[in-house]
């Protein structure tokens, strides 16, 4: 059974820091990984899909990489923002079509 | 264009009764997709739909939770004989189909957040 997990579970930084969240998932027979956001009361945003055969994906200040041999991925955000504060959501698609998510970073940035 | 809808927003209700949920997703989105968050939880999968039909419906917790699809377009999660444990936010999801969650992300609606007291 595919498990995802993300660390660290809370990360509190000052403005205009680059900043490195992690995940990581036991079953590499993966097809994306994919990074979502979710604000307090919301659904998930899509921010980055990385395909199974590629190593990253960048998105403004988004860099998420794929490590799919040691089942790693990595998203830096880059000068983050008070507007980048939200929870940060991992989730990798195997071969049943289905989403199995980490449980999330809680990203507060302070001004 | 729309994105996926979800209504109610939010419910409360008592234990035991019966509850419905509803999901609109993208026009001509075939697949869709219900998921269900705890509390500092990720979202964890039930049930999802190829046109009318439950594909897979796995993630279903027991025999209380069913969703239906009769046209191909909107789709309910039924929950009956409410439990407190059954408080969380669900979340439904729509792709074009199954196999474009392979290339494309799944676009999510707000959730409906439902409190069983």
């Known amino acids: 059974k595919q498990e995802v997990t993300q660390i660290p579970a809370a990360l509190s930084v000052p403005e205009g820091e680059n900043l490195v969240l992690n995940c990581s998932f036991t079953d590499s027979a993966i097809y994306n990984l994919q990074w979502f956001r979710q604000d307090p009361g919301k659904g998930l945003t899509s921010l980055l899909l990385?395909?199974?055969?590629?190593r990253e994906q960048t998105s403004g200040r988004l860099n998420a990489s794929l490590d799919k041999s040691s089942g790693r991925s990595t998203l830096y955000i880059a000068a983050s923002q008070p507007g980048d504060s939200a929870t940060y959501l991992c989730?990798?698609?195997?071969?049943?079509?289905?989403?199995?998510f980490g449980k999330g970073t809680l990203l507060t940035v302070n001004p | 264009g729309a994105g996926v809808s979800q209504t109610p927003s939010n419910k409360v209700t008592e234990k035991g009764k019966y509850v419905e949920l509803r999901c609109d997703p993208i026009?001509?989105?075939?697949?869709l997709y219900w998921y269900r968050q705890s509390l500092g939880q990720g979202p964890e999968f039930l049930i999802y739909f190829q046109g009318t039909g439950a594909a897979d419906d796995s993630g279903l917790p027991n025999d209380r939770f069913f969703a239906v699809r009769p046209e191909g377009s909107v789709s309910t999660l039924k929950i009956q004989r409410t439990e407190r444990g059954d408080s969380a936010v669900y979340l439904c999801?729509?792709?074009?189909?199954?196999?474009?969650?392979?290339?494309?992300?799944?676009?999510f609606g707000n959730g409906t957040r439902l409190t069983v007291t």
């Open positions: 026009s001509g989105h075939t697949a």
């Open positions: 999801a729509s792709s074009l189909d199954a196999g474009s969650s392979y290339n494309s992300p799944l676009h």
């Open positions: 990385i395909q199974s055969s590629q």
């Open positions: 989730a990798v698609v195997g071969g049943n079509y289905k989403l199995t």
